[in-house]
């Protein structure tokens, strides 16, 4: 928390003064969550590969400005983002088709509270990236009305919630 408000009060400053206002920058608080396995760290990417879809702010992944996503797709030889891998010690040990199919796959849910989605006549972003389709990856999109302070599986959990006295 100490170190996320050292990053958001300079920005916070930054952008009142320029737009002639006053408050927060982001909209609510900062809020942190244990990623405790792959799964957790590949779900949390796609949730944030996939905001500017649901802000409705882009159509597609590889459109959408600022992501990870863009920088793996239009810069993938001069990114300096952690690389996917089928060995866990060399980057994120997933393919990297796979990836994109999942975030294909979960953008299109259409989801109440947010404004965008992938359209479903948009063809798979393999096809659009001319890429050979891989099998796409089983995927369950969990909708809790709180936000979880960890996220793995359940042996994981366990553990996390002893070491942090719950």
Known sequence: SWF???INEPIARMANA???CSGRFWEGRFTSQALLD????????????LNPIRAAIARTPEQSAYTSIRERVVDAHDSKLLRFSDQAEDGIPFKFKDYLELVDWAGRAIKIDKRGYIPSGMPPILTRLGMQPSPVIAYLVKQEKHTPVALGPVSMLRAFARSVGR
């Not at 792959?38 to 590969?49: E, N």
């Open 4 to 6: 996320m408000r050292c």
């Open 38 to 49: 792959v799964r957790a760290v590949l779900a949390c990417m796609t949730y944030v590969d």
């Open 18 to 20: 320029e737009d002639n």
